[in-house]
């Protein structure tokens, strides 16, 4: 038997889902092992999860590299005209000098990302919670032979990309919510769907209890996609 999947984590926030992997993995619903856990801020509360479990952890500090952005900084494989034809994060009416600071901006911080996952051998990074787009410069160099980032995604993809799937769910007046894992592409929230889960959003339902039915979902639905990941890909 092989060994089992790698898995990396990346997160922003409360990490509540990555409780649910390192969960899984280790009462053997996942057949992998969370070999690394990394945040885009200091304060992401989930971080100490990893420490607790004895995984371990790094930050890139995403806005400060933005703040003092210089160009001299850009990876010298940084292709700005490659990864300007490939996204499809923004649309032909955005500010064309935006779009460019953006790409050039986050391969920066993309650079240092991919120089600390590097280390830890990882099959599979998962996005949990993370608060930050990838750039097709950080999704090829990961990618390779194959799509190996997936996310997970507040709402019944395609419906409702973007920060605030419950809440634009909710807001809308959807009867059903649900959330989505994905494998993530060069658009935002776009690529092909893995797995989804479904709920009853009812009259007495508040945007705090559609949330909570959602995330009891997350926490079901992300290892159980991870697992079909393991299954398909990583050869037993
Ligand atoms: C989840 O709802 C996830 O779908 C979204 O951000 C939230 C993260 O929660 N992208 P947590 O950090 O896993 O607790």
């Known amino acids: 038997m092989c060994r089992k999947t790698n898995i990396a984590v990346l997160i922003s926030g409360s990490g509540t889902n990555l409780q649910a992997i390192i969960d899984a993995c280790e009462s053997g619903k996942i057949d992998g092992k969370v070999v690394v856990v990394g945040a885009d801020n200091n304060n ?3 971080l100490d999860r990893a ?3 004895g995984i371990p952890t790094f930050v890139i500090d995403y806005s400060q590299i933005i703040k003092s952005f210089k ?4 990876p010298i494989d940084f292709n700005l005209k490659d990864v300007l034809s490939k996204q499809s994060i923004f649309d032909t009416e955005s500010d064309p000098e935006k779009v460019k600071l953006f790409m050039m901006t986050r391969s920066v911080a993309e650079e240092k990302l991919f120089n600390t996952l590097s280390s830890f ?3 599979l990074l998962a996005l949990a ?3 930050r787009i990838l750039t097709p410069y950080f999704i090829d160099k990961v990618n390779k032979d194959r799509m190996r980032i997936i996310n997970i995604h507040p709402a019944l993809l395609p419906s409702f990309p973007g ?5 634009d769910t909710f807001r809308y007046g959807c ?3 649900g959330c989505t894992v994905h494998f993530v592409d060069y658009g935002e929230d776009s690529g092909p769907i893995i797995g989804q889960k479904a709920f009853e959003i009812n009259d007495c339902d508040t945007l705090e209890t559609v949330k909570e039915k959602g995330l ?7 290892p159980h996609c991870i697992q079909l990941f393991e299954k398909l890909y990583h050869h037993r």
């Open 163 to 167: 920060t605030d799937g419950y809440g």
């Open 44 to 46: 992401a509360k989930g």
């Open 71 to 74: 160009d001299n900084q850009l």
């Open 175 to 177: 009867k059903v919510g």
């Open 121 to 123: 051998d990882f099959d």
């Open 51 to 53: 420490k607790n479990r």
């Open 129 to 131: 919670g993370f608060m």
């Open 216 to 222: 009891k979902l997350e926490w079901e639905l992300y």
